[in-house]
């Protein structure tokens, strides 16, 4: 068996750890024996201390026949197998001392103690708790302390991307873990079968048994895999076939046939469900699925032996409570040892340690293929000691690549050496390039900024002569204007002078009418004056009437008095009376109306005698103002026959200039002319000069590029080591 998971272990895992990993499967048996032979069995099989621990055997004592020594040896393989289940598990990363100590502590307690309860006539098995050969005893015991070993642990260093999702390490010979399997499953047949501790009837349907499950359980594996992954993976049939054989382990003596290809479908598709969720879910790495084949079969082959089995006495209830303590003393047992190794000792190498592998870092061990694989990381990180000879194993394939790999890092330090020396010679070389060119290009670039700064001028220069151009075109042009709009001032002020001597004319009769109104108005206002004091003789006459009016209602009273007196005889008294009280009502309302109307015509002529006044004043003031108007006409008369005259002359004047304007144009035109063909020739050597510049730059800049072709080379190259006379001496194959 320790044979079988030695291949399987070194199959899945890479080649920088194959030795490490083989080797801890030997110190599983060699450390695994001696604690075993010291004081496990004795704790396992010992008298029992209430059905808790065994309590003699320690060193073997109290053995005696050939049968209890050969009872050890074969109790020594199962303690054996429990152990290095966790080896696989934690593979690639785990300290060799600390495992080393796990594989001590599980062969000495906890694998004899539960070994005690379930098989040494302990408390489990006093509940009539079934474990043929160790479904949950010796492999899940060992998957549960595998878990925690790689929850503790960690993943292998590259396992997961940052998003989580796990990177396919593929182990370095699929073909060793095959034979491996070939060899457990060889291994099982005494396994399962020597559980009967003799050769009876029995054993041929135990092996029959233990081989369908195997078989059955691959079948299940493969299929699984090829329907979900598309691929028919190695990996998952090999833990079928593993994960068959453990499940019908528990019960490989109970089960019909029939049975056994049931325990073992279970098991093949429960392992690779359970490697999907611990890896994708869970995020665990276990590198040869030690837990889903041998933690979570061990589980299912126990579970079934009282649902599949024919015989009535095996019951779940016992079978549940074995499984369930199981879990808790392993799972948590593993716990506690692998955290308190974590906080002592330490129990992962460092990541230098892990990228170099195990092979080396913890054992020294070397191999043609390992310096070989070695060299090309080197290579591939772009140095690497060149004068590094690869040990050359004669006669062997790794040997003959060893040789040749060997030529070839001669070569290659040949190689490099020349570049290396050429490219120190490039750099010196463009660098000189570089500052001549640089310096050269310093003095075109002068050249060039100096014609810049004629050619800058002369762009003043053009455009200085385009604006006195362009002014004097605009200058003529005004000139032009000037004219047109002084000869129109001419006419102008000529209509202007016209326009003021009627324009006086008329003020002059104006006056005179304005003198003759003045004199109508003070007639007006004489007749107006006339009027008023007829009104007030009327307003006179007006009250005399009112007087009167009083006088005789008085008198209409009188007489109806004594008409009143007179009785009959009154009553032409009484007629009179009325007639005068009516005449006196007449006479009232008429002298009323008389007095409004006089008020009405006494208002109107008061305000018609202040217009008239009013009109009286305007009228004078208006003779003022048109007689200063006439002496501001001829004032302006006299102001515009001169400013006529300056027109005029300043006309002529207008004339001069624009002749002489076109004369100056005319001139302009010519001499830009000739600024314009030699700013041409200018700009043609400007162009020269900056092409020349251009094509000192792209010198220089191809020099600065051979500078850094030739740093680059040099950096390249700086990371490996080589002999200066690039010479290697070469061993033979």
């Not at 955290?339 to 054992?363: A, P």
Request: hydrophobic letters at 45%; glycine letters at 10%; one cysteine or more.
């Amino acid at each position: 068996m320790q044979a079988g998971f030695l291949m399987l272990e070194t199959g899945l895992s890479r080649l920088k750890n194959t030795i490490n990993v083989a080797v801890k499967n030997l110190m599983d048996y060699i450390v695994g024996t001696i604690a075993f032979f010291s004081v496990g069995f004795a704790l396992m099989f010992g008298l029992s201390y209430e059905g808790w621990i065994g309590t003699n055997h320690f060193f073997l004592t109290g053995l005696k026949t050939g049968k209890d020594f050969s009872f050890f040896l074969f109790q020594v393989a199962f303690m054996g197998t429990a152990a290095t289940i966790v080896s696989g598990a934690v593979a690639e990363r785990i300290k060799f001392s600390a495992y080393l100590i796990v594989s001590v502590v599980v062969s000495l307690f906890i694998y004899p103690v539960f070994g005690h309860w379930t098989w040494g006539g302990g408390w489990i098995a006093k509940i009539g708790f079934v474990d043929f050969a160790g479904s949950t005893v010796v492999h899940s015991l060992g998957g549960w302390i595998a878990l925690a070993g790689v929850i503790v642990l960690g993943p292998r260093k590259d396992k997961f991307k940052e998003d989580g999702t796990p990177r396919k390490i593929h182990g370095h010979n699929l073909t060793f873990s095959v034979l491996g399997v070939f060899i457990l499953w060889f291994g099982w047949f005494g396994f399962n079968g020597g559980s009967a501790l003799s050769f009876t009837d029995q054993v041929p349907l135990i092996i029959l048994n233990t081989s369908l499950a195997g078989s059955v359980g691959g079948i299940f594996a493969i299929t699984f895999s090829w329907i979900f992954y598309r691929v028919a993976s190695v990996e998952d049939c090999m833990n079928g076939v593993l994960g068959g054989l453990v499940a019908i382990t528990a019960g490989c003596h109970a089960f019909q046939p029939y049975a056994s290809l049931i325990v073992g479908a279970l098991a093949g598709i429960s392992v690779v469900i359970t490697s999907w969720v611990l890896e994708k879910i869970l995020k665990l790495d276990d590198v040869v699925g030690a837990f889903p084949v041998h933690g979570v079969c061990g589980i299912i082959g126990t579970l079934l032996l009282p649902i599949l089995s024919e015989n009535q006495d095996i019951r779940i209830y016992p079978q549940l409570i074995g499984v369930l303590t199981c879990s808790f003393w392993a799972f948590g047992l593993g716990m506690i040892l692998f955290l308190l190794l974590k906080i002592s000792i330490g129990i992962r190498v460092n990541e230098e340690f892990e990228e170099k592998g195990l092979n080396v870092t913890e054992h020294g061990a070397g191999s043609s293929w390992i310096d070989l694989i070695h060299s090309l990381k080197d290579l591939a990180k772009g140095g690497g000691d060149l004068t590094r000879k690869i040990h050359v194993d004669s006669g062997t394939e790794a040997g003959a690549i060893a040789f040749l790999m060997n030529r070839y890092l001669a070569n290659l330090g040949q190689m490099i050496y020349t570049i290396k020396e050429k490219s120190i010679e490039l750099e010196y070389s463009s660098s000189e390039i570089s500052t001549a060119w640089g310096k050269m290009s310093q003095g075109i670039q002068k050249q060039a900024a100096n014609l810049g700064e004629v050619t800058s001028i002369f762009d003043s220069f053009r455009e200085s002569f385009q604006r006195i151009s362009s002014s004097a075109a605009q200058q003529k042009e005004m000139e032009t204007s000037a004219s047109k709009l002084l000869n129109e001032l001419v006419f102008g002020f000529q209509k202007f002078d016209s326009d003021l001597k009627n324009s006086s004319e008329k003020s002059e009769e104006s006056v005179k009418t304005i003198g003759l109104s003045r004199k109508e108005l003070n007639h007006l206002e004489t007749d107006i004056n006339d009027i008023g004091s007829s009104a007030k003789k009327v307003e006179g006459l007006v009250k005399l009437l009112g007087d009167i009016s009083a006088k005789l209602g008085m008198l209409s009273i009188n007489a109806s008095i004594e008409a009143a007196r007179s009785g009959t005889a009154g009553k032409g008294f009484g007629v009179v009376a009325e007639e005068i009280s009516k005449l006196a009502s007449s006479t009232q309302e008429s002298t009323k109306k008389a007095s409004e109307i006089l008020g009405e015509i006494q208002s109107t002529v008061s305000r018609g005698k202040n217009t008239v006044q009013t009109s009286v004043e305007f009228f004078k003031n208006l003779t003022e103002e048109f007689r200063f108007l006439a002496e501001t006409y001829i004032t302006i008369r006299e102001s515009s026959s001169h400013y006529s005259n300056l027109i005029a002359n300043l006309n002529r004047l207008n004339v001069s200039i624009t002749n002489q304007s076109e004369i100056i144009m005319t001139d302009i035109d010519k001499r830009f002319s000739e600024i314009g063909n030699l700013y041409e020739s200018v700009d043609l050597i400007n162009g020269a000069f900056h092409e020349i510049s251009a094509q000192s730059e792209e010198l220089n800049a191809t020099g600065e590029f051979l500078k850094q072709l030739a740093g680059i080379l040099n950096s390249l190259v700086r990371n490996f080591r080589v002999e200066q006379n690039s010479s290697q001496e070469l061993i033979p194959g």
